[in-house]
Each structure stands twice: as structure tokens, then as C-alpha cells.
């Protein structure tokens, strides 16, 4: 017996432990590895055999790094790194190109700091593939673009790429507080160990540099716009310099939120009023202390007098007073301020859409040179859908750069599948008509070349061994910094180019699987808020339906002030005859929005108040559109179970399982949705369901009584 259990049972349970282990790690490691998988090729390449790479400089080290990670696990060979003749790989910045390959430096010059030339050109004789650039971040980004192109077709050799990005500042802002918990965060804990730091440098702080790198975001805002002054005090700043230190080799700088109050809170100052001298002085000399901790500190990222948030106002003061104070003590060590547009105010009875506007646009041209004003995609609050913000193109004298919401605080947390960049490029694409026609958001926010321009995305990245909670969460991430570098890209081809890096090549799988993804974002919006309908979430944490909600302290706090449902109909009138919103925009806008006969359905009740027999283009009334379009967005969740079980054979097993579990709770949710605003909507329509509509489970009673105390993404209520 005992020798039975000795040779045979023994090793065989201890296999079984080792594939089990294997499994589990190798799931891991396929989830946390984001879209830098490097999958075994089944074709060879000798493109890394020898590369010809200065590693002495950090940076280029950090490419070094990269390339054994990628060839080794690609082509299963270590590449030989040397300065000899016979290379083929050559990365070196153009003033070290021998004069021979002036072609090539002439096409390089004319490219940005950041821009690179990836060329295959004949040396010595042998065909060689060449990555130059202006300095060592252009050739890491030129490396990883190059990586991009091998993990899509690992056979590929010929090369004629230059590329450089369009906005300068590419920046994550997390929303993480210093004790750990992250404002809107839905997967997991903050990744900043802030009690380890400095002396504890996570692998993962790197990891998460390389992934960013590798989409050209180049700056990081470390902690929550609700902001702790804590931050600034030299005990955090030696551990925000670790981080810095960390993140300098991939390119990316650190940004610290600037809670107004700071002078008073941790400096003991009686006022913190952006005019008074000791306050400037106060601000000069925290501003030369953090340079002495991070000596290429990016700068502040501002939220002032929103939400509760301390600012100017406060002291009687505006924006541009406190915006231009921050402005001038960064200036001498070439920081800049980003200073957010997110504002309305509780004493302010006008239309919240029209609120940040009215604040913010009588001061164009009064902010500091170093000052972006960072706007948020709509004017109203990261909705599934919303109109460009109408301050985009409103201040042509002002730099303003996009914030994008990538963590899905209105999109489903981490448990729905929503490729956002199809939402990204949506207002991105829209024509502002600001300066004639084709002066589209893109546009606007590029600026003028070589001025500051930029693109921020509230992060969705946690603890969760996946990094942002839902696989496909990975894309938003993606995504955001494919955008952030090109404001023109489309989001096809980021969907695309993700799956393949991230998944499987096999043109069926992604031609299928891509087709889920940019339907996705116009799924949520119908079984959410269809037809314009907004802001229509439960109380706080957002999570689940909540249009019956009327009992806030403030008014556009409930959701009831933005469908405004009663017996007449729905919808907010933001039209003339309304708040009048729509005057903000360009007459062209305007008018098209304005116009039942022109405005688009998904925006009708944005800027309509319609009643509920409104005939709507498909001859049907509103209230029968309503319940169809819930409906369409459930069935379109069906769909995308049904697709994704297609999809069984051409991925590995664990990412299969995890995104259909997934599904299952979005499918769930999403009924919920419709049945909670239908059955609330009921109420002023007194209609029937239409017949498309399958029936509410439970009454309206029901849906109300849901409580969720321990939603994510708040502080929780202990
Ligand atoms: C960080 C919304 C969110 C808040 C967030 C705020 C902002 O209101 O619900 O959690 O605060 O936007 O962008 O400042």
C-alpha cells in the first residue's frame, strides 16, 4: 500500500497539483499581461537575432528589456544586443545615423520629439530593419509600435512606418485615495501601496508603465481630483518620486492633485485666496520642494469649486485667478496646470448642462500659457451618451484638452462588456462648426502644432489580477491611449488591433468578436438611457436604475430634473422655448439639434420634451419606441452571449469562462434596467407594453426597495 501510494498515486496527484497550478497561473498570466501577450509565433523571424541598441541610457534599457521578453516568448530565441555590423535590428537616434541613410533622417526630421521612423533598409549589404527617432522615447515608442505590427503578422519583415502623436499631454487620472479605495474604481483596491513606497517598488508599477508606454500615454495623475493634501507633504512626495523614478525609462510623468486648500491645511496659512502673497509664496516654494523630490514633475490637475471641492470662489476669486497662481509658480520648472471645467453649482438654477460653459467661457484667453482647461466629453456627467460638450471650440483663445471617463462609474462598473472608444471616437467625429465646417472635436482639442494640447481618461485599473475587473475592460484602457496618441483613429481598428494582440488572430474571431464590441457601447445606451434620456442611476454609487429618485438635497441631483417624466411626456427642453441650452453651441448645431425634423432619435429627449403619443419616424408613438428600444438593447445582450460562445474554440478556456460569466450579469442587469425605467415610466404614460416588449418581472414597488450598501466605487458604509 504504502509503495502503491509512494510511486504511482504520490506523483500522480502531484502532476495533477503542478497542471492545476499551471492552469491557474497561466490564466494569470494571459489576463494580467493586457495586450503585450507576445504569443508563440508559428512562424519564425530572425528580426531579433542581433540588434544593434545603446543600452546605456534608461530608457533604452527598458527597450532592451522588452525585446528579450517579446523575442524570447515569440520566436523562442534571446536576442544578441551589440554594436556590430551585422545587425538586423537597428535602433538609434537619427544624430547617430550614418550620413548614408539621409532618406531616412529626412523623413525622421520632419516628425515631432516624440515621433519615430520605422524602416527596412539595405546595410551592408543585408536587409536590415531600422528604428530612428529624434531621442530615446521616440525608439521605445517606435519599439513598441514595431511589436504591435509582429504580434498582428509575426512573419513581417518590410517596413515603412512613421508616425509621431498628435496631442501632447496622454494622461491617466486615477481617482485612487490615499487609504486605498478608488473613487468610481470596479476593480479592486488602488494599485499604489503608499504604506510600502518608497522603498517597495511593485513589479506591477512597471508592468502597468510598460503597458502604457506601449499606447503612448506619458502622463499619470496619481490620486483622486478629491483631493488629500496629504499628498504634498514631503512624507507622500518621497514616495511619489519612487513612482516617478519607476515610471521616468517608459516616458511617463507624474501629475499630483492640487487641493486648493492645501496653504491651510498643511501650511498652516489662515487663507488659501490665489491673490494673497503668502498664499503665492506658499505655492512657489511647494511647488520648488516637489521638483526637488521629481525633478520632471509633470504639474497639477485642479478640481475647484465643484462638488464641495475648495477654490477661488471660495475667496470671491474666479477660475483664471486660481488656475494662473498655480500657473506662475510651475512655470519656472516648465509644469503645467490642469485646470477642470467640471463645475456646477448648488446656487445656480439654470439648466446644468449650460453651467460649465457660462462659468468658464468669459475668461478665454486669460489663462496662462501652461494652463489646459481639461473638459469632460459632455456636459452633463460621463452618460452613455451625451452631445460634445458645447466649450469645445466655444474658447478658441484657451488650450482645452478632452477628459474621458474610462473607469464605467454609468456603463455597468466592470461587469458589462462596453468598448468605449466607439463612444471616444463618437465625440471626437462631431463637427463642432466652431470655426466653419469640419472644425470637428479631434480637431479642436490638436490645437495648434507645437502648442499644449491633451487628453485625459479616468482610469479603470485596480488590484483585480486582471487590472481592470472585466477582460474586455483591458480595450477601454487600450483604446483611450490609441485615441490620446490619434485623435483620427477609428475605433474598428483598435478593436481589431486589440483583439489580435490580446486574444487570437484568426481573422473569423475577430471579425465576429469586433462586432460585438462596437455595438456594444450602442447596446448600453438602449437598455440604460435610450432615445437621450440621461442620468437616470440610483443614488451614490450609481449602480442600477433610479429615475424615480426625487428626494436629493439638490435639485440636479435627482434624476427626475433631467427626464422631467409627468402625464404630458418626457424629456428635457433645451430648446428655446426650454433652458435653451442649444444657444451654446453654433448656429448650425443649433438648429439641428433644435429641429424635430432633423434631430437625431438618440438625442430626441436631451433637448426635447415630447409628449408620450409623440409619432415618432417609424410612424410608432414615443412610449412604444421607449419599450422597443429597451427591449433591442436586452436582445442585443442575448446576441452577444450567443456570439461569444462562438467564439469557445479560438480562446483559452479561463478568458472564455471569466467574459461569459460576465455576460450572464450584464444580460441580468440589463433586464433590470428596462423593467425598473419602463415600470417607472408606466406611471405618467398610463400605456400598455408595447407588444416588442418582453414584461416586467416584478412592480415598481420592487425595483424601488433594491438597496445596495456595499456597492463599489465609494466609500463604503461600515
Ligand atoms: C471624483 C462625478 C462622480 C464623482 C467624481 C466627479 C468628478 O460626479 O460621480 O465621483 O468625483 O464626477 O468628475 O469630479
Redesign the pocket.
Given at each position: 500500500m504504502n509503495y502503491f501510494y509512494k510511486k504511482l498515486i504520490l506523483p500522480l496527484f502531484t502532476v495533477l497539483l503542478l497542471c492545476n497550478s499551471f492552469t491557474a497561473s497561466a490564466q494569470i498570466t494571459k489576463d494580467y499581461d493586457l495586450w503585450l501577450q507576445y504569443q508563440k509565433s508559428s512562424v519564425a523571424n530572425d528580426i531579433f537575432k542581433n540588434i544593434a541598441l545603446n543600452t546605456k541610457d534608461e530608457t533604452n534599457k527598458a527597450i532592451q528589456d522588452e525585446l528579450k521578453t517579446a523575442s524570447e516568448r515569440m520566436f523562442q530565441y534571446s536576442p544578441t544586443f551589440s554594436n556590430s555590423g551585422n545587425a538586423t535590428l537597428i535602433i538609434k537616434k537619427f544624430s547617430e545615423l550614418e550620413p548614408t541613410q539621409k532618406n531616412i533622417i529626412n523623413k525622421a526630421n520632419a516628425l515631432n520629439d516624440e515621433g519615430f521612423a520605422i524602416e527596412t533598409i539595405q546595410n551592408k549589404g543585408k536587409k536590415t530593419v531600422l528604428i530612428t527617432a529624434k531621442n530615446s522615447l521616440g525608439l521605445l515608442y517606435g519599439t513598441f509600435r514595431l511589436l504591435r505590427e509582429l504580434q498582428i503578422d509575426p512573419s513581417k519583415k518590410h517596413f515603412s512606418i512613421a508616425d509621431e502623436p498628435k496631442l501632447k499631454v496622454r494622461m491617466l487620472n486615477h481617482?485612487d485615495n490615499l487609504d486605498g479605495t478608488v473613487?468610481?474604481g470596479y476593480a479592486g483596491s488602488s494599485i499604489w501601496n503608499w504604506q510600502k513606497l518608497p522603498d517597495f517598488i511593485d513589479k506591477k508599477y512597471i508592468d502597468y508603465a510598460r503597458a502604457n508606454a506601449s499606447v503612448g500615454i506619458n502622463g499619470v495623475a496619481l490620486i483622486?481630483?478629491?483631493s488629500n493634501a496629504l499628498i504634498l507633504t514631503p512624507q507622500y512626495l518621497e514616495k511619489v518620486s519612487a513612482l516617478a523614478k519607476a515610471f521616468r525609462p517608459y516616458g511617463i510623468k507624474v501629475y499630483l492633485t492640487a487641493r486648493f486648500s492645501a496653504p491651510i491645511e498643511i501650511g498652516g496659512l489662515k487663507t488659501a485666496d490665489p491673490l494673497n502673497q503668502e498664499v503665492q509664496q506658499w505655492w512657489n516654494n511647494k511647488v520648488n520642494e516637489i521638483y526637488k523630490f521629481i525633478p520632471d514633475f509633470g504639474g497639477f490637475l485642479v478640481?475647484a469649486n465643484?462638488?464641495g471641492q475648495p477654490g477661488p470662489q471660495n475667496y470671491g476669486r474666479n477660475h483664471v485667478d486660481g488656475a494662473n497662481m498655480m500657473a506662475k509658480a510651475l512655470q519656472p520648472h516648465h509644469g503645467i496646470v490642469l485646470w477642470?471645467a467640471?463645475v456646477y453649482s448648488e446656487t445656480d438654477s439654470s439648466d446644468r448642462a449650460k453651467q460649465a460653459y457660462s462659468e468658464f467661457v468669459p475668461y478665454d484667453g486669460k489663462f496662462e500659457d501652461n494652463v489646459l482647461v481639461q473638459v469632460?466629453n459632455g456636459a452633463i456627467?460621463?452618460q452613455p451618451r451625451e452631445p460634445f460638450h458645447p466649450m469645445f471650440g466655444a474658447m478658441p483663445k484657451s488650450k482645452l484638452m478632452m477628459e474621458y471617463q474610462i473607469t464605467q462609474?454609468y456603463l455597468g462598473f466592470s461587469s458589462h462588456l462596453v468598448f468605449l472608444p466607439k463612444l471616444y471616437e463618437e465625440v471626437l467625429e462631431s463637427d463642432t462648426y466652431k470655426q466653419g465646417k469640419g472644425s470637428t472635436v479631434a480637431k479642436i482639442i490638436e490645437g495648434k502644432p507645437n502648442e499644449l494640447s491633451g487628453m485625459a481618461g479616468?482610469a479603470n485599473i485596480g488590484s483585480d489580477l486582471n487590472w481592470t475587473g472585466h477582460p474586455f475592460a483591458q480595450a477601454n484602457w487600450y483604446g483611450f491611449g490609441r485615441l490620446a496618441w490619434n485623435p483620427e483613429l477609428s475605433s474598428e481598428k483598435i478593436a481589431e488591433e486589440w483583439l489580435q494582440q490580446t486574444f487570437s488572430k484568426d481573422s473569423n474571431f475577430v471579425k465576429t468578436i469586433s462586432k460585438i464590441m462596437l455595438q456594444s457601447r450602442e447596446s448600453v445606451v438602449k437598455y440604460m438611457t435610450p432615445l437621450g434620456l440621461h442620468h437616470i442611476m440610483a443614488t451614490n454609487h450609481?449602480y442600477g436604475p433610479g429615475p424615480w429618485v426625487n428626494d436629493l438635497a439638490r435639485p440636479e441631483w435627482n434624476p427626475v430634473y433631467y427626464h422631467k417624466a409627468d402625464k404630458n411626456g418626457i424629456g428635457f427642453d433645451r430648446t428655446a422655448t426650454g433652458s435653451n441650452a442649444l444657444a451654446q453651441y453654433s448656429p448650425e448645431i443649433a438648429q439641428y439639434y433644435g429641429d424635430l425634423k432633423t434631430c437625431p432619435e438618440e438625442y430626441l429627449l436631451w433637448f426635447h420634451h415630447l409628449p408620450w403619443d409623440y409619432k415618432m419616424k417609424n410612424g410608432k408613438i414615443l412610449w412604444d419606441n421607449l419599450g422597443i428600444k429597451y427591449q433591442e438593447g436586452v436582445n442585443e445582450v442575448k446576441n452577444m452571449i450567443t456570439t461569444w460562445e462562438s467564439a469557445k474554440p479560438y480562446i483559452d478556456a479561463e478568458r472564455h469562462q471569466e467574459v461569459a460569466q460576465l455576460l450572464t450579469i450584464q444580460l441580468k442587469e440589463a433586464i433590470w434596467w428596462k423593467d425598473a425605467c419602463m415600470t417607472y415610466f408606466q406611471t405618467f404614460s398610463n400605456l400598455p407594453f408595447p407588444k416588442e416588449m418582453e414584461t416586467p418581472k416584478h412592480d415598481l414597488e420592487y425595483y424601488k426597495s433594491l438597496q445596495f450598501p456595499f456597492a463599489p466605487?465609494?466609500k463604503p458604509h461600515w
Open positions: 481617482w473613487e468610481r483622486n481630483v478629491n478640481k465643484s462638488e477642470r467640471f469632460k456627467d460621463f462609474e479616468v450609481h466605487g465609494i
